[in-house]
């Protein structure tokens, strides 16, 4: 809530402006007065619908610290699931109602992500992941970076304001080293190229090269979107450590994959290939209950 002095708002002490609702104080034979806009000064300005994707497999035990802590102001949740053997679904049933179920018949990151941007909704598309790593509240900076004019919004923990504290020295290294080739390679000035929190206008989707099954997705998304002349910007963003279970990334076989990926990319062998090519057997949506 702003304020500033009466004399800006009225013609005399305690008399408000037209257009602006609340009381006055006085404070140092001052009267200042708290002003909000009414409903007139929105109107005609419609807000972008938001779709939130989560892949998951075998996360019954992270869901509940991430879904209830879903802004409310989001308009579309979708869990993509690899074929839990657990009570994943049930649990995101239970915890969020409404949610979208999409079943994936492939295995990997990739994959999953592909279902979920072929089944979102919204103007906007964000991608989380479901191990409580990424604090939900943040989407609200993805979505700003957005309708400030960017195209796709990149996490990133290597600014300030953003940090991790679920990468291993090794990990560490390795991301740095995919990071600089990825400048040399391809330009952009991108600080962290392995990351999931992620958002962008889903009319950009054709734009963007999402074909391909595992973490390198989330490279493949950056660097399509930079040779696709898409305006990016970086979102700090910080990385908690996973709740349960083990992470499904595994950072040696994992990391030729996002260098293959790079080197594709920087030789433009990926443009025939962009979308999702599992055709329409590999994904299923559950009906609601």
């Not at 991430?66 to 989001?74: E, Q, Y």
């Not at 740095?176 to 889903?202: I, K, P, Q, T």
Request: include cysteine.
């Amino acid at each position: 809530m702003s304020f500033t002095t009466d004399d800006a708002l009225a013609e005399k002490p305690g008399q408000l402006s037209p257009g602006w609702k609340d009381e006055t104080a006085l404070s140092q034979n001052r009267t200042w007065t708290a002003v909000k806009p009414d409903a007139s000064c929105s109107a005609g300005f419609e807000l972008p619908s938001v779709s939130v994707v989560i892949p998951t497999l075998n996360e019954a035990k992270n869901l509940p610290l991430l879904l209830p802590r879903i802004p409310k102001w989001i308009d579309e949740v979708i869990i993509v699931d690899g074929r839990s053997t657990d009570e994943t679904v049930d649990v995101a049933r239970a915890l969020y109602p409404g949610v979208r179920i999409v079943l994936e018949k492939r295995r990997g990151k990739g994959a999953a992500l592909a279902a979920g941007f072929g089944a979102a909704t919204g103007d906007i598309i964000v991608t989380i992941d479901a191990d409580g790593s990424m604090d939900p509240n943040e989407i609200l900076r993805f979505v700003a970076a957005l309708m400030s004019g960017c195209d796709f919004a990149k996490g990133t923990r290597f600014v300030q304001g953003g940090g991790t504290a679920d990468m291993s020295l090794f990990r560490m290294l390795g991301n740095w080293s995919l990071m600089h080739v990825g400048r040399v390679l391809c330009g952009g000035e991108f600080s962290d190229l392995c990351y999931g929190y992620n958002a962008f206008w889903r009319r950009n989707l054709p734009d963007l090269d999402y074909n391909c099954d595992g973490f390198e997705i989330e490279t493949s998304l950056c660097l399509s979107a930079l040779r696709s002349g898409l305006k990016i910007c970086e979102v700090p963003s910080f990385e908690a450590p996973r709740n349960f279970g083990q992470s499904n990334l595994k950072a040696i076989p994992d990391g030729i994959r996002v260098m293959r990926m790079i080197v594709m990319q920087s030789l433009g062998l990926r443009d025939r290939k962009r979308g999702h090519a599992g055709g329409g057997g590999s994904v299923a949506e559950l009906p609601g209950e």
